[in-house]
């Protein structure tokens, strides 16, 4: 069946613009995950959502980071007057709750690049 | 958060058993077991995971300890297609079992 989906697969994108990250879940999977993977190094995490609500966003960076998902399905990540630091890959996961018990699928994957 | 504990690199040769360890000593009774490889130039990708007893999949093994302080990761036949990092990790049961992600075990598979 159809995995998650991130777009776009990479994204170039002056110092100072914003950008919008885009993730498909898988269908009927009601949490979804954003991770940031800077070369490298780990996945750290960004932020979570139960439907569309997100109860955690400790984990964004900055007050520039943003994020919303609707209709329990897609997601945007939305990164406003982007700086070199925000070049990385955004990850992109979902699981059918956000139980323990479920693994989380990863999506490809979106590598920023900010000049 | 919690934490776990893993050797920085191993190395296999292709065809034989690889037994990958994690240490978490910290985990508490409701945690379960995760572990996630990654491939170079990809995203992670899932691989197994317990709460108590052992467990096997068409991937790999997944042994824990009885005290669930450690477990071991079993691949049973290294291919070079196993060659990745594979981290271990337990769900932490607050913030929506967000995956904490250690270093991980750099693996390779020698020809």
């Known amino acids: 069946g159809a995995g998650v989906s991130q777009s776009p697969s990479n994204k170039v994108t002056e110092k100072g613009k914003d950008v919008e990250l885009r993730c498909d879940p898988i269908s009927g999977h009601t949490a979804l995950y954003w991770y940031r993977q800077r070369l490298g190094q780990g996945l750290e995490f960004l932020i979570y959502f139960q439907g569309n609500s997100a109860p955690d966003k400790s984990g964004l960076p900055s007050d520039r980071f943003s994020a919303e998902r609707t209709g329990e399905s897609v997601s945007t990540l939305t990164i406003q007057r982007t700086q070199q630091e925000d070049s990385a890959v955004y990850l992109c996961a979902s699981s059918l709750e956000t139980s323990g018990s479920y693994e989380q699928y990863f999506g490809p994957g979106t590598r920023l690049t900010v000049t | 958060d919690a934490k776990t504990t893993q050797p920085n690199s191993m190395e296999s040769n292709e065809e034989e058993p690889v037994h990958l360890p994690c240490n978490h000593s910290?985990?508490?009774?409701?945690?379960?077991i995760h572990w996630y490889r990654q491939l170079p130039s990809q995203g992670p990708e899932y691989v197994i995971h317990?709460?108590?007893s052992n467990v096997n999949n068409r991937m790999a093994s997944l042994a824990i300890a009885e005290d669930r302080k450690s477990s071991t990761l079993i691949l049973h036949r290294a291919t070079l297609r196993d060659a990745a990092v594979y981290y271990c990790m337990t769900r932490d049961m607050e913030y929506g079992n967000k995956l904490v992600f250690g270093a991980g075990t750099i693996l390779r598979v020698k020809s």
């Open positions: 910290t985990i508490s009774g409701t945690d379960y």
């Open positions: 317990g709460l108590t």
